[in-house]
């Protein structure tokens, strides 16, 4: 993993006497994306806010860009732009006003102010939009306002929370490809999500918090290789192979029709080269070939215990 850009270790937060956040370590990597998923109250938000300086913790130390939330919070401000937290928009200011007022709060100066909400206008495709108040802007355009004043002074670190949380999928789509961009250009990003597919298609690594606990952090593909249920299926050319195939390989179940077989598996590297060694060492020859890891719906299940339903709004 590149320099760590966000390090957190052992950060702790209750409310009273409810432990909010508890004992959980986080490492992301500058220039990657990091998802946080979890359910409603696993402790996103309250992760996010800390690490943005907006919430002390109790206990436990967070980094960003190596400056202590707690001990240099400016520093960490100077690094990180946050999103979610533009209640301070004017709803009857144009887009274009907003951006060039986030601007000289954060002393661009006129003119650089200018050309920077020009620029942002121009990137999140809000040009035609730009002299419009932002009371007339669709939940889409909103969000895209609300990214694109966060990256007024160009942070190295960004934090989204639940950036996609009551979009269309056009408009969900839109944003990912934002994020896709801004990582491309060596931020990094922190997201949190409740959506599975999210995590699944923006982040480089996913820690799935639940109920203030990281019960899983890892790749998407080594979360979906934490579940049972991946398989490798093997198609052969006729029953003569099928049947010797099966035969060798034992633990298998067979579809005569379709002359296929399917093996339990990790879904990793490791156990197909095993089963593709053996078909070899028997000369079997394999006609088709598919492997099959669970998707994150399954790992969060194994995790959890629980299916969330996508779609609910804080
Ligand atoms: N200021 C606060 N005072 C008391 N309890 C709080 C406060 N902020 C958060 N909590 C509690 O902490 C828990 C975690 O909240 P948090 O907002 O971090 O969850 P989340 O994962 O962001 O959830 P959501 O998906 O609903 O946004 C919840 O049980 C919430 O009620
Ligand atoms: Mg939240």
Known sequence: MNTPAIEVRGLRKSYGTKAVLDDVDLTVGAGTVTALLGPNGAGKTTTVHILSTLVRPDGGTALVNGRDVVRDPDGV???IGLTGQFSAVDKLLTGEENLMLMARL?????????????ELLEQFDLVEAARKPLATYSGGMQRRLDLAMTLVSAPSVIFLDEPTTGLDPRSRHTMWDIVRSLVADGTTVLLTTQYLDEADELADRIAVLDGG???????????????PGGHIRLRFADAARLDAASRLLGESARDDAGLSLTVPSDGGVGALRTVLDRLDTANLEVDDLSIHTPDLDDVFFALTGRVETKGTES
């Not at 954060?106 to 020009?118: I, Y």
């Not at 606990?213 to 579940?227: N, S």
Request: no cysteine.
């Open 106 to 118: 954060r002393h661009l100066g006129a003119k650089r102010s200018k050309n920077r909400a020009a």
């Open 213 to 227: 606990r990281l019960v899983a952090e890892g790749t998407p593909d080594e979360l979906k290789r934490l579940v």
């Open 77 to 79: 401000r100077a690094a």
